[in-house]
């Protein structure tokens, strides 16, 4: 160590002078936890799947549905701090190709419109400052089990 700067500025921390606003590091978050459920949607109704409030970061998730009639009109949304991340109906995800993982802050890992079994994941490591929320809207003119799972943790304060 040297008193000497750091010309490559990569580092963005100044270990002789710790001025560290903010350093984030494993031992920061609690154990992780998890929020799932199903949950009955009616027709033309729309659902709080899930709502997670606290600081903290998202490790996985996953929107399930297994029906007899198909939900492509159907729209999933996600709020970060009361701000809408994201926003689509099912049959947009499969439009759009958003099927591979990490490529976006969802994917369509299952779109069967046969079988009628239709899987949404969310990325890792999406993080909010005061709550994360799920959102499930019924476009169909038939009830809709939601099956929903979320792995997150909260940051210790």
């Not at 949607?41 to 899930?50: D, K, R």
């Not at 499969?94 to 969802?106: E, G, I, K, S």
């Not at 809207?137 to 979320?150: E, R």
């Amino acid at each position: 160590m040297s008193d000497l700067p750091d010309f490559t500025n990569y580092s963005q921390v100044d270990l002789v002078q710790q001025t560290i606003a903010f350093l984030t590091n494993r031992p920061m978050y609690g154990e992780a936890k998890r929020v799932s459920g199903q949950k009955e949607i009616s027709a033309g109704s729309t659902v709080n799947l899930a709502e997670i409030t606290g600081k903290g970061k998202i490790y996985t998730g996953i929107v399930y549905i297994s029906t007899s009639h198909t939900v492509e009109n159907d729209v999933i949304e996600m709020y970060i701090d009361e701000n809408i991340i994201f926003s689509r109906w099912w049959k947009q995800l499969l439009d759009y190709n958003m099927t591979r993982a990490f490529d976006y802050v969802v994917w369509l890992s299952c779109y069967d419109d046969v079988n009628y079994k239709y899987m949404l994941n969310l990325m890792s490591d999406i993080t909010f400052e005061e709550k994360l929320r799920l959102k499930y809207h019924n476009a169909s003119s038939d009830s809709v089990i939601v099956l929903y799972n979320l792995i997150y943790t909260l940051l210790q304060t």
